[in-house]
């Protein structure tokens, strides 16, 4: 299910859809040929096909960053019944598509062909209408209104049905900014509202309109939610990664509704028979305070959390034959600027991350960053960082915007600001608090802003995967948060804080929380590993 390609192939590959995407919405995509994208780029015809056989893959990514993009929408899905949930998503669905009008509009026969490439029910793009289908999922699991399993998978193929068609209003509504679609998006709203509490298994209208009736026209069209014999797979897979989440609703036990995010891509690769890939955009560089951590390269911290990772794929190899892998999708080079650390830092860190992966055996992990999709090594790091906000970046207003109107955001922000102001703290003693704590504030809008996007370019390189994060995540979001290693709260990384070994065990916290603490430094390998506190002392 995962292609196997180079550091170039990834920049190539980025390239050419970018320049695709761009002619299609110029031109028009029946206009546009493949050569006409390779010399948009200076590529040879031979080498835009090698990552793109057809014109028609190139749509299909399309629908996969789309895809994409609306899965975050769930990890803010407001509680309330179905209807009003079914309206939120679909609002953010034509948000979505709009920069894409020109594109979507003139490939509406491609579409709505079942032997065409692009085909939304074809057999070219089932991974995404399983993803898209998760999210309707968590639409009706996860409401207030939620029936019961059997009459809720039903719901959940009709409501994605019931998207097809608002999608195919979309294309044809020629009213002012697509007006007519927007009423329309309301009004069916409306009527699932009223509908609903009368369709279900005691209500008046159950004997005449059946939804199991109803589900067997959409069930030949739309795949079933997923097969028995996959689901228990998938969710002792999904119980061995949840069992390491990271929440920011920390009293919150797996749901239904988690799974039913999750599930449906961990059965694609069961389906498959393929390892499930999980993609980790983390292990960035060590953080520039030095009363935070031992210095620029990585320690006992890191070592223990790529065990931890290696670990995860091991278990799961347990119960799947197949296994796991993780590719972490270091995140350092993309906004070092940002927060004061420089690219040799980032480099030397990275190199330290390779040699542990290779000292430790940890044959499941490999790595993946900014150098391997938008430049090399001694390249202009600069432009590549200027690359990525030009191309995949939100404005900053609307990054403050979200985090002051979404919670999981609003969070984010929160421990970003965190993160950044004590750095700025550390490096810069004796300076104002409040002028930093207000200069962490913008800093940390761009970090935000840069990771967002760094998040797309990681999802259109690996479409297929499970998405991990070391932050906490909402419950019912697409990406799960996992935690690495024992710490002393929720937000601290190995590349914010040391390794303290007692008589317990070990815990994650600030260098200088350490040092008060009485531990003491220890030496490994000709360079400060971890701290150790006498016996008898707890950390």
């Given amino acids: 299910m995962t292609q196997t390609r180079t550091a170039k192939g990834y920049r190539t590959r980025q390239r050419l859809l970018e320049a695709a995407l761009g002619l299609f919405a110029e031109q028009g995509y029946d206009a546009t040929t493949i050569r006409d994208i390779a010399d948009a780029v200076g590529c040879s015809l031979g080498l835009a096909y090698r990552y793109f056989a057809r014109k028609s893959d190139f ?33 953010a669905k034509l948000t979505l598509v709009e920069p894409h009008r020109n594109t979507l509009g003139g490939l509406l026969a491609g579409m709505l062909d079942p032997n065409d490439p692009v085909s939304v029910l074809g057999s070219d793009t089932s991974v995404i209408r399983a993803r898209v289908t998760a999210v309707f999922g968590g639409v009706v699991v996860g409401a207030d209104d939620a029936p019961n399993d059997e009459v809720g998978a039903q719901l959940i193929r009709q409501l994605y049905a019931l998207h097809l068609f608002v999608m195919l209003l979309w294309t044809q509504d020629g009213s002012d900014q697509q007006k007519t679609t927007k009423q329309a998006v309301d009004g069916l709203s409306e009527l699932l509202g009223s509908l609903l509490p009368l369709l279900g298994e005691t209500g008046p209208l159950a004997s005449l309109v059946p939804l199991a009736r109803v589900d067997e026209i959409f069930s030949a069209f739309i795949p079933p939610v997923s097969q028995d014999s996959l689901a228990g797979v998938a969710d002792a897979i999904l119980d061995r990664v949840f069992a390491r989440r990271r929440l920011l609703e920390t009293d919150h036990e797996p749901c239904p509704t988690c799974r039913a995010v999750q599930r449906p891509v961990v059965e694609r690769f069961l389906e498959a028979g393929a390892p499930i890939h999980f993609v980790l955009p983390a292990f960035p560089a060590k953080s520039p305070n030095p009363h935070a951590t031992l210095g620029p390269l990585p320690d006992l911290g890191e070592e223990l959390a790529l065990t931890a990772l ?19 999708c270091s995140d350092g080079r993309v906004f070092a600027d940002i927060v004061g650390i420089t690219d040799k ?9 390779k040699r542990l992966l290779t000292e430790l055996g940890t044959d499941a992990i490999d790595t993946f960053g900014l150098d391997d999709v938008l430049g090399d090594k001694g390249s202009d790091y600069p432009a590549a960082r200027a690359h990525l906000d030009a191309h995949y970046a939100d404005s900053l207003e609307s990054v403050r915007a979200r985090a002051s109107e979404r919670p999981s955001e609003k969070a984010l922000f929160n421990g970003m600001h965190r993160f950044v102001f004590e750095d700025l703290v550390g490096t810069r003693p004796g300076e104002s608090r409040t002028q930093l704590r207000r200069e962490a504030k913008e800093v940390a809008y761009q970090v935000i802003q840069r990771s967002h996007a760094w998040s797309r370019v990681v999802a259109e390189c690996f479409p297929a995967a499970l998405r991990l994060s070391i932050h906490p995540q909402p419950a019912h979001g697409t990406k799960i948060g996992i935690t690495l290693t024992r710490a002393v709260d929720n937000w601290i990384t190995p590349w914010h804080g040391v390794i303290v070994l007692d008589d317990d065990g070990y815990l994650l916290m600030k260098r200088d929380a350490a040092e008060k603490a009485g531990a003491t430094l220890v030496e490994r390998r000709g360079r400060a590993s971890h701290y150790e506190l006498p016996s008898g002392r707890v950390a």
């Fill in 59 to 91: 749509v299909i990514a399309l629908y996969e960053r789309i895809a994409s993009e609306l899965e975050r929408e769930l990890a803010d899905l407001a509680p309330g019944p179905i209807a009003a949930r079914f309206r939120t998503v679909m609002q």
């Fill in 310 to 328: 290696q670990d995860l794929c091991d278990e799961i190899t347990q119960i799947y034959p197949p296994g796991a892998r993780v590719t972490l």
């Fill in 345 to 353: 830092n980032v480099s030397d860190y990275s190199d330290g991350i």
